[in-house]
């Protein structure tokens, strides 16, 4: 006979995961998000722990960074300058 799922280890286990995968957040911040969106915290079995928690993981993986800062400093820059980006469409530089 198979033994059933231990949600209580498998809510930590990802919480393990997610401090592994996500250092700079700590468990409370990872914890506040899960609840919020569990709803009654006294009502939430092991079970739908362990799944607010799986599906929040999945969440912050599919959370790619696409712009990083040199990307950023130079948006502000062409962006201060559009009179210049402008004058080049118009002179056929694009």
């Known amino acids: 006979m198979k033994k059933p799922p231990n949600y209580y280890n498998k809510v930590l286990h990802i919480l393990q995961e997610l401090h592994t995968a996500y250092p700079q957040y700590n468990m409370g911040k990872h ?7 569990c709803g ?38 062409e962006g201060l300058d559009l009179d210049n980006l402008f004058k080049e469409e118009e002179d056929g530089g694009y």
């Open 40 to 77: 009654n915290l006294w009502g939430v079995t092991d079970k739908e722990l362990a799944y607010c928690l799986a599906k929040y993981k999945g969440q912050l993986e599919m959370d790619v960074r696409h712009i990083d800062d040199f990307d950023i400093d130079n948006i502000i820059k």
């Open 31 to 37: 914890l506040a998000t899960v609840l919020d969106e």
